[in-house]
């Protein structure tokens, strides 16, 4: 969690420091268009995700072959459907957090929105939504990428954890993605730079 929340903060300081030094203006005098400026920000942070889920793949084996008392192929590939999901999960909320950068255009206030957004999201939901269509809950984009990967911490508890891959949940994520940087595009578009 940490991990993404840092990748996040850095989206979006490099989405609002294009704005404060006004290297958007020049980029797009330059003669790059807006729609190549998004693209920019959106490889960035498919590069980030990408790095993000290599490390944690590193961690988990290297771990996993310290700790481990067998160490087999198939125990070495268990579980790893679980490091896709960790990607689409980083590049949401990368997503999330770069159109924030473009909507809000301020990086202390924009980080500020960006770490307390499961907690608005939380209060909305409690208040608005959860007693008259409950059914809607999973639709919201902090709770999509909640319900990707699901803490394991519930199994210390002797409860039971989801442990596969929700393809109603990656749908929903792969919807917000599509839409996070849609509404991205549209907010540079017609914003005076």
Do not use: C, H
């Not at 924009?110 to 957004?117: C, D, G, K, R």
């Amino acid at each position: 969690g940490v991990l993404k929340i840092v990748l996040g903060v850095l989206a979006v300081i490099s989405v609002t420091n294009e704005y404060t030094y006004r290297t958007v203006r020049q980029n797009v005098i330059d003669g790059m268009s807006r729609a190549q400026f998004l693209f920019s920000k959106i490889y960035t942070n498919l590069l980030l995700s990408l790095l993000s889920a290599l490390l944690i793949f590193i961690i988990g084996l290297a771990t996993g072959l310290i700790y481990s008392p067998d160490i087999s192929f198939d125990r070495v590939i268990a579980d790893m459907e679980f490091l896709p999901l960790y990607f689409l999960e980083v590049f949401m909320f990368l997503s999330f957090a770069t159109m924030l950068g473009f909507l809000i255009q301020r990086a202390g206030l924009t980080i500020i929105v960006l770490l307390l957004a499961k907690l608005i999201e939380i209060i909305f939901t409690a208040n608005v939504v959860q007693g008259t269509v409950p059914a809607l809950l999973p639709f919201f984009p902090m709770q999509a990428i909640w319900n990707l990967i699901e803490l394991p911490f519930m199994r210390y508890a002797f409860q039971e954890i989801k442990d596969y891959v929700d393809f109603k949940s990656v749908a929903i994520v792969m919807g917000w993605i599509f839409l996070l940087n849609y509404f991205s595009y549209l907010k540079l578009k017609r914003s005076d730079i």
